[in-house]
Structure formats: structure tokens, C-alpha cells
């Protein structure tokens, strides 16, 4: 294992000190990310959940938004949960009107797939390269995934009710996102595997 990588958490919205707590526990140190200086900091990043166009318009009203898709682009790790999904798709179903997304996943994401507040759930999910047990994942007015592009691996989907087989983890290389909230559990394979990522790139450059 490398060295401890400092990993940000966007801090415009969302569970940020959850997805810290969380972070920590897989020996990163956690930066909160609100501006660019901050953002040229921290090896890897964390775009949390809660409302897609808002933490847009907050991300481009603190002069973020180019920042971050110039970093993304340039190989910077990040992990997106529900609203940090639909940041990072290429193509958001049933967006807001003018929404703007981050990119650099080649997916197609459907926004509020499950429902809204009130439809929120939890479920079993298998998790492609975290362990054997199914994550005990949580679902609020969460996305799905609807088309996946050459390039992209499919890490785990919906495996129960009327939404069965649909996908809601993927990766993309140093890419990587869901569309649960792997902060609001004590389970945090999904942190530990993203904070691996980031030291394997780190290692590489």
C-alpha cells in the first residue's frame, strides 16, 4: 500500500463530513474542496450526493465547474454518489433544463430513476472487486444508469424489485461512481476501494 493521498470532498452540498469520516478511515487525508486552489491540492475527489443542477450552479458561481473538468480530464481520480453520478455522466436523461455536468464517464444517466423523496430504499447490491458480501446500499431520488459506453466497467446493479439488473456502479478508469450513498452506512468498501485508486495514481505519475 502507498503513501496516505490526500483526497478532497466537494464542499458546495451534500454529506460532506460523512464522506470524510469515511475517507479517513481508508488513511486518506480529506481536504474540503469550495475553491481552485483547493482543488490543485488534492490527488483525488469526492462529489457527494444532493441536488445535481444545484451543486452545478454552486460549482460554477465559485468558478469551479472548468477547474474541475479540466482536472478530470487531465487523470484526476474522483468518485461521484447519486447527485456526483449525474456530475460526472457524459449524458444526463431528464435533466434540468441548460444542466451542466461535470463528464468524463461515457455514461448515460437518468436522473431521479427510482422515484423521488418519498421512494427512497435500501437493497442488497454485489459489488464487482470489493469483497463477497452484498453492499447494503442506500437509495434517495437516486439515478441509474441507462447506457454505457466501450470503455466503461459496470461494478454493480439493481438486484431486486421492479428495477432489477439496473446498473448503479460503474468505473471508467480513475472514474468511478454510484448511485447510492455509500456515506450513510458504517460499510466503507466503497471509500476504501476509491482511496486505493487514487494511491495506484498517484504511483503512476
Known sequence: MGADPTIGVLAL????????????????????????????????????????????????AFDLLEPLRKRIEAGLPAYGSCAGMILLADRVEDGAAGQETIGGIDVTVRRNAFG??????????????????????????????????DGVEVLGRAESGPDADRIVAVRQGRLMATA??????????????????????????
Do not use: C, N
Request: glycine residues 8%; negative net charge; proline residues 6%.
Open 13 to 60: 452540498q451534500g454529506d460532506v463530513r460523512e464522506h470524510a469520516r469515511a475517507l479517513e478511515s481508508a488513511g486518506a487525508r480529506v481536504v474540503a474542496v469550495r475553491r481552485p486552489a483547493e482543488l490543485e491540492r488534492v490527488d483525488g475527489l469526492v462529489i457527494p450526493g444532493g441536488e445535481s443542477t444545484t451543486i452545478g450552479k454552486l460549482a460554477r
Open 116 to 149: 423521488r423523496q418519498v421512494d427512497s430504499f435500501e437493497a442488497p447490491v454485489a459489488l464487482a472487486g470489493m469483497g463477497e458480501d452484498p453492499y447494503h446500499a442506500v437509495f434517495i431520488r437516486a439515478p441509474w444508469v441507462e447506457r454505457v459506453g
Open 180 to 205: 447510492f450513498h455509500p456515506e450513510l452506512t458504517d460499510d466503507h468498501r466503497v471509500h476504501h476501494y476509491f482511496a486505493e485508486l487514487v494511491r495506484r495514481a498517484t504511483e503512476e505519475e
